[in-house]
């Protein structure tokens, strides 16, 4: 089994699970949880319940918050290299979601803005390193992001980034993130994302179309499923049957279970590593919380 390098953010989320109607001026019902969160933290954080040795890099602020998180972290199997930033806030994720499952988030990403290229190890000869999308988004992460990519294709590992999301990834620019990551071994978009990236209605057209710049691409469908596309080759996989209660974190719990089983045999079947992504997302959407 090989060591995973996970880049990213890392943050508490307040989960609002939305009851009844809108109710402008007023109240509206609510259940408010708080949990550990960030995109690259919740890879993190799956992958190592899966048995995945794995390292986070990330930033947090030295407030209570930062150390909860690396507590949480640590008692979650992952092995923390994360820099503590003297006078900023860890980064807070507030995320609203509406009574069939959808939601929106509220980002304020505070430490994670921090991060250096120094902060970010390389993972060993013939390891992995997954990249957040959300990295790359604004300057000084980027560079970070820029540098573990460098550093770990020179090192001879694979790597996996996912786009993060069409909001930043649109102000960021497509042509911009498809020149950044060409050297990506597996690139992991939403169907939105895919055909953002790629101009094609289709996401197995999409799929097919980012194939051909990486060696693998993984388009996940919602409540459709996931599909494989490398070289000529395309295979999809349904998703997994859940009562949904949350689909916060469902990409992450996707990745990881994908990850798991991909990153140990990068040649395996690849409808073993889709249905294992499928699953860990079903688990996670059947519950309030990204972990």
């Known amino acids: 089994m090989r060591d995973v390098v996970v880049v990213g953010d890392l943050a508490t989320d307040v989960v609002v699970l939305l009851g009844g109607h809108p109710a402008p001026g007023s109240d509206r019902p609510a259940a408010i949880r708080t949990r550990g969160g960030g995109a690259g933290a919740n890879v993190a954080v799956h992958l190592a319940r899966l048995g995945t040795p794995v390292t986070f890099a990330g ?25 503590r930033v003297p006078g ?8 609203l979601v509406e009574p069939d499952g959808q939601r929106s988030m509220l980002a304020d990403r505070g430490a994670n803005l921090a991060l250096e ?7 060993a000869s013939g390891g992995h390193l997954h990249l957040s ?7 000084g992460p980027r560079a970070a992001g820029l540098a573990a990519l460098a550093a ?7 790597v996996s980034v996912d786009p993060a999301s069409t909001g930043p990834l649109a102000g960021y620019g497509v042509d911009r993130w498809l020149a950044d990551t060409a050297a990506a071994t ?13 101009g094609c209605a289709d996401p197995a057209a999409a799929a097919q179309a980012l194939a051909a710049r990486h060696p693998v691409a993984v388009v996940t469908l919602g409540a459709e499923g ?19 209660v949350d689909t916060t974190g469902a990409g992450d719990a996707f990745t990881a279970g994908l990850l798991a089983v991909w990153s140990g045999d990068p040649d395996g079947d690849p409808a073993a590593a889709l249905e294992a992504g499928l699953a860990r997302a079903a688990a996670v959407v059947a519950r309030p919380g990204a972990r």
């Open 59 to 83: 930033c947090a602020g030295d407030d209570a918050a930062g150390t909860g998180l690396l507590a949480e972290l640590t008692a979650a199997g992952v092995t923390p290299a994360v820099r």
């Open 88 to 95: 900023a806030a860890t980064g807070t994720i507030v995320s």
């Open 117 to 123: 290229p120094g902060d970010v190890p390389v993972p």
């Open 133 to 139: 999308g959300y990295t790359l988004f604004t300057a």
């Open 152 to 158: 770990a294709t020179e090192a001879g590992c694979t």
């Open 186 to 198: 597996l690139v992991l978009p939403n169907a939105d994302e895919a055909r953002l990236l790629t």
């Open 226 to 244: 996931a599909l494989w596309a490398a070289g000529d080759r395309l295979v999809h996989r349904p998703a997994h049957p859940a009562h949904v």
